[in-house]
């Protein structure tokens, strides 16, 4: 997410939020995107009360099951074949928190893999990329080599997706270079 804001010509600095990221029992996953982007825009916020503050979460959904980031390699190999040869949907949710303006959307991409063999999937896991990435994969990285079609928002299925963030920023009044004031800083969780 910092390689895409610092693209875009966006100036932030990141600053850490301690956020469950639990599911709510029968959350659907548009919901929980949204729900933590907030979480963890506020828990920044709070202490940055000058700052346009960025939350994000992004999810992986497939068969109306949410895949976050992958706990261990198995759990990352279960992913890989859960996605093999098929299509899944990446969600993001975004919270801008400027001033009295507390904004949030939701982006929503389709992405088509190929079919991966088992010798992919070692491959890929034993290369630790996996981890920490929602649906278990980096479509910027390795992974990219496993992507067919994308439909939506490519820097939504990196994690952000800057033409949302661009529009939730000019509707919170963050306009200026790069959408944020010279006066205020962009933090970013």
């Excluded at 600095?13 to 919901?31: F, I, L, N, Q």
């Excluded at 979460?57 to 996605?83: E, F, I, N, Q, S």
């Excluded at 890929?124 to 479509?139: N, Q």
Aim: with cysteine; proline share 5%; aromatic share 4%.
């Amino acid at each position: 997410r910092a390689e895409l804001l610092t693209r875009a010509g966006f100036a932030f600095t990141v600053a850490p939020a301690d956020v469950d990221e639990a599911p709510r029992s029968g959350e659907a996953p548009h919901a929980l995107v949204a729900r933590l982007a907030r979480a963890k825009a506020s828990a920044v916020a709070v202490n940055r009360p000058s700052a346009v503050v960025v939350g994000a979460d992004t999810l992986v959904v497939v068969d109306a099951k949410t895949l976050g980031k992958p706990v261990d390699a198995p759990d990352a190999t279960a992913m890989l074949h859960r996605l093999s040869g098929r299509t899944h949907e990446v969600l993001t949710g975004v919270a801008v928190y400027a001033g009295q303006h507390q904004l949030c959307d939701v982006a929503s991409s389709r992405v088509t893999m190929r079919s991966l063999s088992e010798v992919d999937i070692g491959w890929y896991v034993d290369s630790e990329e996996p981890m920490g990435k929602a649906g278990g994969y980096a479509i910027q990285g390795l992974a990219s080599r496993f992507v067919v079609g994308i439909e939506g928002s490519y820097t939504n299925v990196v994690g952000l997706p800057i033409e949302l963030l661009d529009r939730l920023l000019r509707a919170g009044g963050a306009e200026g270079d790069a959408g944020v004031p010279e006066s205020q800083s962009l933090a970013f969780r």
